[in-house]
């Protein structure tokens, strides 16, 4: 059923405390935690408590959960305080573009200056 855990994304499990992560904020309706491997001084997901395949699925089926994580993102970049410097929001969407778990999660990346266009 749509938002139902699955057995074998990661994210989902990040979000059920079986795999470990470094969780910076926690909501009733998402998580945020570090990425395992940054790009950035600050690099962080932030993710749906429920699984939805990607960014577009998600604002679909759940408009306000999907305002949710953008909230998220602010709160994440103000806590790591980013705000002043400027900070990037991500949604890697398909695998051409990066995708590589099929969870919906954005990246706030910030602490150093970021190209535009992105590579
Ligand atoms: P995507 O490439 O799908 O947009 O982003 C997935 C992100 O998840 C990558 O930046 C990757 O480093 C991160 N990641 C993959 N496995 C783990 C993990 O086990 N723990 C954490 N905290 N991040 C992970
Ligand atoms: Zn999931």
Same mark, same amino acid.
């Given at each position: 059923?749509? +938002?139902?855990?699955?057995?074998?994304?990661?994210?989902?499990?990040?979000? /059920? +405390?079986?795999?470990? /992560?470094?969780?910076?904020? $926690?909501? $009733?309706?998402?998580?945020?935690?570090?990425?395992? %491997? *940054?790009?950035?001084?600050?690099?962080?997901?932030?993710?749906?408590?429920?699984?939805?395949?990607? #960014?577009?699925?998600? #604002?679909?089926? $759940? *408009?306000?959960?999907?305002?949710?994580?953008?909230?998220?993102?602010? $709160?994440?970049? #103000?806590?790591?305080?980013?705000? !002043?410097? !400027?900070?990037?929001?991500?949604? %890697?969407? +398909?695998?051409?573009? =990066?995708?590589?778990?099929?969870? /919906?999660?954005?990246?706030?990346? !910030? !602490?150093? =200056?970021?190209?535009? *266009?992105? =590579?």
């Amino acid at each position: 059923m749509a +938002g139902e855990p699955q057995a074998d994304c990661l994210f989902c499990k990040i979000v /059920a +405390g079986e795999v470990p /992560a470094t969780v910076v904020r $926690e909501t $009733e309706t998402t998580v945020a935690f570090r990425d395992i %491997n *940054p790009q950035a001084p600050t690099h962080v997901l932030v993710v749906p408590k429920a699984h939805y395949r990607d #960014a577009a699925t998600l #604002a679909a089926a $759940e *408009p306000q959960l999907t305002a949710d994580l953008l909230r998220e993102a602010g $709160e994440v970049a #103000a806590e790591d305080k980013v705000v !002043g410097t !400027g900070y990037r929001i991500v949604f %890697n969407t +398909g695998s051409g573009a =990066g995708q590589t778990i099929w969870h /919906a999660h954005l990246h706030v990346l !910030g !602490g150093r =200056g970021l190209d535009w *266009p992105p =590579g």
